[in-house]
Every structure is written in C-alpha cells, then in structure tokens.
C-alpha cells in the first residue's frame, strides 16, 4: 500500500522473537501483564509530566485503558491514553531491544521462568506475539498531529511503519490490535478469562482498567458489530475501529480494577498475602517480610503514605564499606513513580537495608535529585520515618522475640551504629539492643531485664568487652569472677562497637555502664565491716604497694590494694580514663 515503509528488525530481534515463542508456549498469558504494565507505564509518564506542567491534561481528562475483545474477528485490542509515539520512536522503541545481555536472557531463558525474563530484558512488548500472528500498533504523541502504526507478523525478519490510514483517532495514546492466533482465540476471546488475567495484573496499575467483549452483546448486536468490521488484504496494514462499534452497540465499559493501589487503601481493606506480595513485587526478594506498617503521615505541609517492610535479612555485603543500596526507598508523589534513588544518605547508612515506600501528596518537582533531598518536607518525612522504624523493630521484639533474635543476630550492629550516631532516636534504639549476659543461658538479654535484675544497692551495669570473644570464654576471666561470686549479672559485649556504644550511652535505666576490667567498680552490698577490713588491709599492705609502684614505675600508673578478686592474687587493670586493654589491641591492629 502507499506510505508503506519496511524496517528489518535489530539483527538480535527477531532471533529473540522466535526464542520468546517457542520458550514460552506454556506461559502465554504473561502478554497480558507486560502489554498492561507497557500501558500503565505511558500514562505514568503522562502523569509525571503533569506534575511540572499541568496544561498537558485536559481538565477532565480520563487516564485509562480500555481492552476489547471481539470475538469475529478474532481480536483483543488495547488502548491507553498515554504519552504515545512519534513514528521514529515506533521504529526505535518497538523495533530495537536498548539493553544489551542477549546472552544473559537465553541463558537464564533455559534455566526457566522465562515469564519473568521477558519483562526484566525489556521484551515485554515482544510477548504480543505468544498469541498473534500479526500486531498492529497504532500511536500519536500530543505534539505531533500524525498518526502512525507500526506493524509486524510473528515470525517477521522485518516490521512496516505506516501513517494510519484512519487519520489521528487518538488524540494522544497508543492502540495495540492483536490478530490471534486460531489456538489462542478460545482462551482469550473468553471474556472470564480474560477479566480474571487482567484482574491480576491490575493491582499495580493505578489507571482504570474497562473490558469491553463482544461475547457480552446480544447476538443481533455481535452481528452488527462483526459487519462493521472491516475485510482486509493479507498483506496489507489494516486498522479498524471495531470500538466505534462497540459505542454504538452501547455494550457498557466494565471497570475491571475498581480497587485503589494497596498503599492508598486502609490497613484494614488489605490482606497479609497483599502486604508481602506487594513487598516481593516491589523490592524484589525472594523471601517475604518479617514485618511491615503502613500509615498516613504528616509532614507538615504536605501529607504522605508509607509502607516500611523489615526483611528477613541483611545484603551480604550490608557491612562492608563500598555497600550502596540502591532500591531501598521508592518515592512516589501523587501515586507516580519518582524514584527509588533517593540517594544512599536519605535514611542513615545503618537502616538503609529496611525496605520504605512512601507517596507524597505534594512536593515540589521542578528541582533536580540533589535538591529534592533538601526540601523541607523530605527532611520531615524522613524524621517521621526513622522514629516508624524502630518502632516497628520494637513491635517485632514484643510479638515474636525470637523471629526478632534472628534478625538481631544480622542486624545488631547495624541497630548499635544507630544507637551510637542518632542521638535524637538513642533512647529508642538502645531498647531494641540485645546483649551477651551471665544471666541467662543460650539467649541474650535486653537492657530493661537488667535492671529489672539488678540487687538492692546495685548502681553499675557490670560488664566484660571483648571483641570477638567468645561468651565462654569472657566469662573464665578473673575480671568477671569476683563479680559473678557476689552474684551480680555481667554482660560480655563481644562486638567491636561495643565499647564506643557504652562510651555513647553511659546509664541506662540509672545504672552506669562498668566495665570489670576498669577502675571504679563498686557494689550495693558492701557492709560496714566489709569496707572497715578493706581499709585495714589497705594500710597493711601500703609498704607493698609503694615498694612495687617503685620497681614497676616504667610500666603502670599505680599500685592498689582492692578487694576485688577471690582467688587471682593481682591484676593489671586500666584506668577508668584510659583505653581498656581490648581498645588498645583493638587500636594496635589498625595502626599495625
Ligand atoms: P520495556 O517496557 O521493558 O521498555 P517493552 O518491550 O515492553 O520493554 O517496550 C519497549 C518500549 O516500547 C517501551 O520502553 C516504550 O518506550 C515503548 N512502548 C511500549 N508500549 C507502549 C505504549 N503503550 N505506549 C507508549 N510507549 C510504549
Ligand atoms: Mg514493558
């Protein structure tokens, strides 16, 4: 026909093509998903666009997208309002594949789940062909007064580009006509289910969704309807309003997804299943959440919605230096994607593992990321964000402590480093802290217990450091013996930021943190003549103290008598203001 430019694909594409095809026989109905989300996504783009600039939307303009299926014809024809295509863009978009990894695709291709590869290779669009032997791809952009369809058969080394003989129909958007195949016309002329496949793919498409079947007409109205499609050459690029026949006919437009995105619903109006498979769908892991909330909140002068979800764990490289999260936090403004780059200091490095969705009801767009960061409101969401999220670690620890002991088990320290750097949320952060204790066997105790354990008098919280030591083996030192003898609790804090925690916060509960192997240990249960026999020794020995203060003067500050071991007859201890022995190994192996 006249205007009929022909296209040979990429050389890549039409291998692919076939690849797709004959991989994915048993999975077909994925078109439905990709074509949807290939929908949802132009008018997310038409929306992110009217965020900046307004006067693109016409006043009561409908976002949506219609499916029709007409059975005579033998075709699903679906249509958004979007932000379309220019006949370059045609060309490039649907005749080209822009990420490379061919390779990679037919690898894991063969592995399976090719369903899923399709849509992460970027050939979702190449999916249409599963079920059509020949595809029709009409679009119009708003800036552009031409129409032009894009044309291709199954199996086609090459594609056409035609201005559509109809003229400009769409306004602006993008019309997909699927000839189907014979095999795949019984299951998706089928209107069930057809609305049971778009139903389930729906949930993450906030635009409208209507079906129209022609299964659903009368049969005097299928028949005007198949009448006022139109015959066609073989070879020819043909498009034909088979929806004008539709309106005419007034068969109603159902609306498939008549529910909201599930973070705009009410906690109460969405599932357990919902949460985590939203979670999965989202972030993209392969084990469900441990925990979640989802609220509204205030920032001031804007109002936002939240999802926070804990994983079951942390990336295996959380606690190395170069550890960049990159799709932690997804921001959406008025239910359009931003993005999920807020960049890696937007939450603090130590919680940038916990997974936050948040939808903004207004924020300013017009500035670039680096900006955007800045904006007040950010600033306040962020704040509102990071008290939710330890007071979601705090729901976890009361409802189930041992899902929570295993989840500590990772992120402990990254939970101390908070505790250490957030002085604004310390106080909620040390409760989440879980700690090695002479108290309890096999378990680790929380600082509340502690106190609550403590004896009449007891004014410390008694504790050994030893990074990277073992409790057992803390716990055989001569330091802690006489600690243990009088039957006071000890901790054994064997993570390296330990000591910098206790440094950071020195009482909890109006206990001073000690440690055993420092000066200025002191007991609630030291009676009178506990303290008189101490000043009697103290004088006894005074000749030997001042004698081995005199010979060892290279090597310590000074000589005390102290009643602090049972069996050890000395000690060397550090000062109270001094590093203890484990920083200074600690400090050694660095500088070494
Ligand atoms: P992906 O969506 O991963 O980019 P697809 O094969 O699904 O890969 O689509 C290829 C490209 O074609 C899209 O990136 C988009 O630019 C364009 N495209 C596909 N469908 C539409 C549509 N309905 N409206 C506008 N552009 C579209
Ligand atoms: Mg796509």
Not at 86 to 106: D, H, M, P, V, Y
Not at 272 to 295: I, N
Not at 482 to 492: H, K, Q, T
Request: charged share 30%; aromatic share 8%; hydrophobic share 40%.
């Amino acid at each position: 026909a006249e205007g009929v430019e022909s296209h040979a694909y990429q050389s890549d594409i039409a291998r692919l093509m076939r690849v797709v095809v004959s991989h994915l026989y048993h999975d077909r109905d994925v078109f439905v998903r990709e074509l949807l989300s290939n929908a949802n996504d132009a008018l997310e783009k038409v929306r992110l666009m009217a965020l900046t600039n307004p006067s693109i939307l016409a006043p009561a303009e409908n976002l949506n997208v219609t499916v029709l299926a007409d059975a005579e014809s033998g075709r699903i024809v679906i249509r958004d309002s979007g932000v379309g295509m220019t006949k370059e863009q045609l060309a490039s978009n649907l005749g080209t594949i822009a990420r490379s990894g061919t390779s990679e695709f037919l690898e894991n291709l063969e592995k399976g789940d090719g369903g899923n590869l399709i849509g992460q290779f970027g050939l979702g669009f190449y999916s249409s062909f599963l079920v059509a032997d020949r595809v029709a791809v009409a679009s119009k952009t708003a800036d552009e007064d031409e129409q032009w369809v894009f044309e291709s058969e199954a199996n086609a080394e090459g594609f056409k580009i035609v201005k559509d003989p109809r003229g400009a129909t769409l306004g602006r958007g993008t019309e997909i006509t699927l000839y189907l195949k014979p095999d795949a016309q019984g299951d998706y002329l089928d209107v069930a289910k057809l609305r049971s496949l778009i139903q389930k793919h729906a949930e993450y498409n906030a635009a409208p969704i209507y079906l129209w079947s022609s299964a659903l007409l009368d049969p005097a109205a299928a028949a005007s309807t198949a009448a006022a499609v139109a015959e066609g050459e073989d070879d020819e690029v043909k498009v034909e309003d088979i929806d004008e026949a539709a309106q005419t006919t007034k068969a109603e437009w159902e609306l498939i997804n008549d529910r909201p995105p599930l973070w705009m619903r009410e906690p109460k109006d969405v599932t357990e299943a919902e949460y985590e498979d939203f979670y999965v769908k989202t972030f993209k892991d392969s084990e469900p959440p441990l925990a979640w909330s989802h609220f509204k909140g205030d920032a001031g002068s804007t109002t936002f919605r939240a999802l926070i979800y804990i994983p079951s764990g942390l990336p295996n490289d959380f606690y190395s230096k170069d550890y960049v999260s990159l799709d932690s936090l997804k921001l959406f403004v008025r239910r359009v994607f931003i993005t999920s780059d807020l960049g890696k200091d937007y939450l603090e490095k130590h919680l940038n593992w916990v997974k936050v969705f948040i939808d903004v009801d207004d924020l300013p767009l017009n500035v670039g990321r680096d900006s955007l960061q800045k904006t007040r409101a950010l600033a306040q969401i962020k704040r509102n964000l990071q008290k939710r999220i330890y007071d979601l670690f705090a729901r976890l620890a009361a409802e189930d402590e041992a899902k929570y002991a295993e989840l500590y088990s990772k992120a402990g320290t990254a939970l101390k480093v908070g505790a250490v750097e957030d002085a604004k949320n310390r106080d909620r952060i040390v409760k989440l802290l879980r700690f090695e204790t002479s108290a309890l066997n096999g378990t680790t105790t929380n600082l509340d217990d502690v106190v609550k354990r403590r004896k009449q008098g007891q004014t410390q919280i008694y504790f050994i450091a030893g990074a990277g030591q073992q409790k057992a083996m803390l716990q055989k030192s001569a330091f802690v013996e006489r600690i243990l003898a009088r039957g006071y609790e000890v901790l054994y804090l064997t993570d390296p930021i330990d000591e910098m925690l206790v440094s950071t916060v020195p009482t909890y509960g109006g206990l001073r943190f000690q440690d055993v192997a420092k000066e200025g240990v002191t007991f609630g249960d030291e009676d009178d003549s506990e303290k008189d026999e101490a000043e009697e020794l103290k004088t006894t020995f005074a000749p030997l103290a001042a004698y081995l203060k005199k010979e060892l003067a290279e090597y310590v500050d000074k000589v005390t008598i102290s009643t602090r071991l049972t069996t050890s007859p000395c000690l060397v201890t550090a000062s109270n203001f001094g590093y203890s022995g484990n920083m200074e190994r600690l400090l050694a192996a660095q500088n070494g």
